[in-house]
């Protein structure tokens, strides 16, 4: 019984042995799903290219933008302390990060100069020319998500109404109404939006002309 099992196990390893000789691919290991496998790769590779691509054109957009809005403003004269006036732009705004300048346009009356003057300088002092572009690179950084979109215009809706809350609060509350029309004088003008500047009459003059009117020191 033991050298008959003895042989049947020879057999059998011989076997095996012939088959390896004969077929050597059907000794090694298979490995299956490698193309499933790569998927998940092709589809990462894919999206940073996409991801890519968006930062790419955001910043594209926004320094041409810049650069335009600069070269359009080469003729502008100065007038006062960190003011300049040009007969190209239609409604102020703050332009610059650490030497930021106000540039205004040619027609505006004494009270909204006045207005437009306390705002702008709210802004500079606040250091909204700092914060906003860097709000504004951490958008270009994520925007695939809807969400940090939603949340960077808050945030420029809020920083609008933080200032203007903090010129009334010089003004007083009776000069409300004057602040309002100044606001709403300027906001019709228009102004072609671009990724940087702080713009008097920018956005959401509704919400801040309902927040003036509401305000209590």
Known sequence: G???????????????????????????????????????????????VVWGSGIVLLLLYSLCSYFGLRRRLGTAIPDGEGCYTSDRIRTPFVLGMFRAKIYLPVNLSAEEREHVLLHERMHIRRG????????????????????VWFAYRLMAKDIEMACDEAVMSKLGENKRRDYCRSLLNLALRGQPRTAHPLAFGESNTKQRVKNILRYRR
């Open 128 to 147: 909204d020319t700092v914060f906003k572009p860097v709000f504004y690179l951490a958008l270009v950084i994520h925007w695939f998500n809807p969400l």
């Open 2 to 48: 033991a050298g008959l099992s003895m042989e049947r196990q020879q057999t059998g390893l011989g076997g095996k042995g012939a088959n390896a000789l004969e077929n050597p691919a059907e000794s090694e290991p298979r490995v299956y799903g490698t193309a499933a496998a790569d998927i998940p790769k092709t589809f990462a590779g894919a999206g940073c």
